[in-house]
């Protein structure tokens, strides 16, 4: 099947495409991201009024559609951005996440196939900084971030680390997602702390209660897991830094999770 999106020749049953973002200060990666997604029928960004030029560069952006909701939670913030899309297929992306030419293509051949599945996973490259990095428990990252919205929705129970709920056949794609996801120390330590809240307060539903194992062995366990396990060791210094701002993330989540059961 031959794809040329200046002309138009894609079959002779055009499939639209949505392509959707959710962010919140996101003005260091907002220009790059809708630039990858010039290929979609239509980019919906849901923003969580953010407090820098993310709005103002989004905008300017033809194509591109920006909706300010207030944010609850991950799961809630998608599902609202997938009810404002026009189209059935679904490109749900990260702002910090980057497509390649090769994957472009594959993903407009993919939801013309006849025989398609309903949602399909994307493997991811984890930059550190400009650079990739090859273990600490990322050289397995998968994500759903292809599918048809009208037999997938996310789990309102998963607030961050989100899941998406699948009714029907899942595929992969072969080519990769790049994900920078690490700019600096201080940011992906705030973007740790951020997901330890909100998953204490998904611990908090399910009634766990923290004991000493969770306020201490889990974080130090997570942090062996990933620096031995998976290998971390062999990513050098960055190594050690992902996998201890990782197990730092558990250790907030049952820390702030001690908090919210004290107050309740």
Sequence with gaps: ??????????????IFLSAL???????HNIKNILNDLDFADEI?????????KTVVIATTHKNVKVVQHDFENFAAQRNHAISLANHSWILFLDADERLTAELKKEILKTIHQKEAAVAYYCCRTF?????KLQFSGWQTDKIIRLFNKEKAQYDLAKIVHEKLTVNGKTGKLK???IHYSYRSYSDYKQKMNTYGKLKAIEEFN????????????????????QYIMRMGILDGKKGIIICYLNS??????FQELKKIRLNN
């Design 21 to 27: 973002i959710i962010t919140y200060n996101e003005e």
């Design 206 to 225: 399910k009634g766990t209660k923290p004991t000493f194992f969770h306020l201490y062995i889990r974080p130090i366990y997570q942090f062996l897991y």
């Design 175 to 177: 080519n990769r997602l």
């Design 44 to 52: 919906i960004v849901v923003d969580s009024f953010s407090t820098d």
């Design 248 to 253: 730092y993330s558990v250790f907030v989540r």
């Design 127 to 131: 930059m550190f900084k400009n650079t």
């Design 1 to 14: 099947m031959t794809i040329n999106r200046n002309t138009n020749e894609i079959s002779s049953n055009k």
